[in-house]
């Protein structure tokens, strides 16, 4: 059966990558496969662990749980020392990423209580809550160990878990027809440009998985057990391959199980517990942070050396342990609050779904798999007291451990060096173009002072009326204000608002005029009707009371910029408020400096003219600057050597809304609806999406 399985998967691969030919019937078929194995993937788990653990005594449940958690912390720390090596293969590449609208988000906690507590056992079998349902079958079990008249009980539970074994056998018997449609169909609908970027992640798991799954863990048994190396790899021969092709490690339990007995049959009739702890341990184990979960922390690591935010090797060991408690649920809740802890951009997220569509949750099968099948190994060979050490393959183990690690991160390493990866952060960046059509436009480097229009003048009309008779809207933008209003490769004025003034002159009928100002004119300038609209600025008490704001068009979570090197002092904010030596950069048309002193008494605040001079030489005394996280992303793609950082706690997002004529309520009120009904309309979040977060902006509505 594993040779006809073996030869049905690469038989659908190789069809799929050559002809791309697919049909939804295929599709079909690999999903009524997996269907008809998860039928009896959670009744086998209940009543096994029911009908294991209540047929044991108190001494046997004691002994279960001491060379069980032994067992797990072993091969868990094992796991993970290999995930922390991990970094020492990607390479050194310039990395930095857009924004992403996700990063607002907050990552949904994880309940421990709901997870793991079955308030209602029938719900958590309904909704599948796996941690819930063995929480629930193992307290049926213990509840079995004290009663006397139990066997006949005990005896139902066995049988039906018989049954179901049967049935997973007939199913199995289905596996090459179901594993080639699943092949056909996943090669055949690959997106070969999701692989762009993806190939360092990918292939450091694949040869974490390797090494770990073919290599340490059999040997591992091999060298203080009985069983060969061969008999280790035949145990998990058959979930091996049903779980790579599938990608599920769920559906192949009961297979595990049987065949973890099947190797141990030598020792059932002398140990009667052989025969009950693998169909305790396997079904545990699933609700557990085992192997391929792992994979998770890993990309966490591998996120922010892709984002440009790495994860400082001091924070190893609390993520990791954060990790593994997040992970006893689900790795899609998880993730997102693992990079949130790391202080990885919530964007890499996106790039998390599509590795593990690709290949990586069918690579996390694979280790899963040997994970929970030499922890069933040992904890049954363990607890009946079969362990000895073997010389022979704990020579293998300590030669080829090491040996095979050190070649294979080298190799890494160096063939990850020798790609071709030149940044393209910076082109992607300034390579962009107005979307819509331009209004007419003109562009002033400074306010034409023979064109100010007299205060007197402007009080007795209001501003839509001026812009009509003037012919053209004049709209005030401040230099470097990156991503909303900067220069492309071209030399055009371009950005989300520059974007959005076009389209306001459009509807308007009329030309814009666009002129370069500095944040101390503004007040001035649209006092005395000399600019009817300025570029956005913060929603702040001070900003509130000096202008005339619109609604808010889009909003920011306040972060610091800073450089790579220094990511973790301003992970969170108690660890540099108060800090006299540290110097932060607030630039002008952004913050406020005396507001910002008053929040930060203790640190040095300096306002800088425009945020470019951060990154110059006269910025070399500036430990961070205080911006906007869209905007600081923006400067992250044309300096990758910086990075952003949202400190903890996270302080709520900053509204951004646009300074409009001073005491014209009704031109406020024109601007207002004019940005909700683009809002409605989705064209704001089209224009978000092209200018703040580098994608194509999808369906677009003017």
């Known amino acids: 059966m594993a040779n006809k399985i073996i030869i049905a998967m690469v038989l659908g691969l190789i069809i799929g990558f050559s002809t791309h030919f697919t049909l939804p019937a295929i599709e079909l078929v690999g999903q009524g496969f997996v269907m008809l194995l998860q039928m009896t993937a959670l009744p086998y788990i209940s009543v096994s662990l029911i009908y294991g653990i209540g047929s044991m005594s108190r001494r046997q449940g004691k002994q279960l749980l001491q060379f069980g958690a032994l067992t797990f912390l072993l091969l868990l720390i094992t796991v993970l020392l290999f995930i922390g090596l991990s970094p020492l293969a990607f390479p050194d590449w310039s990395a930095a990423a857009f924004y992403s609208a996700s990063n607002q988000a907050q990552a949904e906690p994880l309940n421990i209580l709901e997870l793991f507590l079955p308030a209602n056992p029938f719900n958590s079998y309904a909704q599948a809550i796996i941690p819930a349902v063995v929480i629930f079958s193992v307290f049926v079990g213990l509840g079995f160990i004290g009663l006397e008249q ?10 039906i878990r018989e049954a179901l074994t049967i049935v997973t056998n007939l199913v ?5 027809i179901g594993v080639f449609a699943i092949a056909l169909n996943a090669s055949a609908t690959i997106d070969n440009n999701q692989l762009d970027g993806l190939m360092v992640y990918i292939i450091t798991a694949a040869s974490i998985v390797v090494l770990l ?8 048994v091999a060298t203080i057990t009985p069983l060969t190396y061969r008999q280790v790899l035949f145990a998990a021969k058959d979930a091996l391959i049903t779980a790579f092709a599938t990608g599920s490690i769920f559906i192949v339990l009961p297979v595990i199980a049987e065949n973890v007995k099947k190797q141990l049959s030598e020792y059932a009739k002398i140990h009667s517990e052989v025969k009950r702890i693998p169909s305790v341990v396997v079904p545990i184990s699933y609700s557990l942070p085992v192997g391929g979960k792992l994979l998770a922390i890993l990309f966490v690591l591998f996120a922010g050396w892709f984002s440009g935010e790495n994860v400082n090797v001091s924070d190893y060991l609390s993520l990791m342990i954060f990790g593994v408690m997040q992970l ?3 790795s899609m809740i998880a993730v997102p609050n693992l990079l949130d802890s790391a202080n990885v951009s919530a964007s890499m997220f996106e790039l998390f779904i599509v590795a593990e569509q690709l290949i990586i949750s069918r690579l996390g099968a694979l280790l899963s798999v040997m994970f929970i099948t030499v922890l069933s190994l040992l904890t049954t060979l363990l607890t009946i007291n079969k362990v000895k050490f073997y010389l022979r393959p704990f020579a293998i183990l300590t030669v080829s451990a090491p040996l095979c690690t050190i070649l294979i991160f080298v190799m890494l390493s160096a063939s990850f060096e ?28 400074e306010p034409d002072n023979s064109q100010l229009t007299n205060v007197l003048a402007q009080t007795q009309k209001d501003t839509l009326t001026i812009i009509k008779q003037r012919g053209f809207i004049r709209m005030g933008y401040y230099r470097d204000s990156l991503p909303y209003a900067f220069h492309n490769k071209d030399g055009l004025l371009v950005g989300l608002d520059i974007e959005l003034g076009h389209l306001l002159a459009q509807e308007l009928n009329v030309a814009i005029e666009f002129v370069l100002i500095y944040r101390k004119q503004t007040k001035q300038l649209l006092s005395n009707g000399y600019l009817d609209i300025v570029t956005g600025i913060p929603v702040t008490p001070k900003n509130l ?9 889009t909003e920011e979570p ?20 108060g800090k006299e030596e540290l110097v932060i950069g607030v630039p002008e048309a952004y913050f406020y400096e005396p507001s910002v002193s008053k929040n930060l008494p203790n640190n ?3 306002e800088l003219s425009t945020p470019r001079l951060f990154f110059q030489e006269q910025g070399e005394n500036i430990d961070a600057m205080m911006y906007g996280a869209a905007g600081a992303s923006a400067w992250t793609l044309l300096y990758p050597d910086y990075s952003v950082v949202t400190p903890k706690p996270h302080a709520p997002p900053l509204a951004i809304a646009f300074p409009v004529a001073q005491g014209d309520i009704a031109f406020e009120r024109f601007i207002s609806l004019w940005i909700q009904m683009k809002k409605r309309s989705k064209t704001i979040d089209a224009l978000y999406r092209y200018w703040i977060e580098g994608k194509e902006p999808g369906r677009f509505v003017k």
């Open 328 to 330: 006893f649920g689900s």
């Open 213 to 220: 799954t073919f290599i340490i863990f059999p040997l591992l």
């Open 172 to 176: 199995m018997k289905l596996a090459p």
């Open 604 to 606: 040095t605040v300096w």
């Open 150 to 159: 139990k066997r006949r009980s005990l005896y139902v539970f066995r049988d």
């Open 418 to 445: 020798l790609i071709s990866h030149p940044y393209q952060g910076y082109e992607k960046f300034i390579n962009r173009n107005l979307l819509i059509p331009s209004a007419e436009a003109k562009y002033l480097r």
């Open 558 to 577: 306040l972060s610091l910029l800073v450089r790579d090197i220094d990511r973790h002092k301003f992970s969170h904010w108690q660890k540099f408020i």
């Open 545 to 553: 009371l000096e202008y005339n704001l619109t609604t808010a068009y």
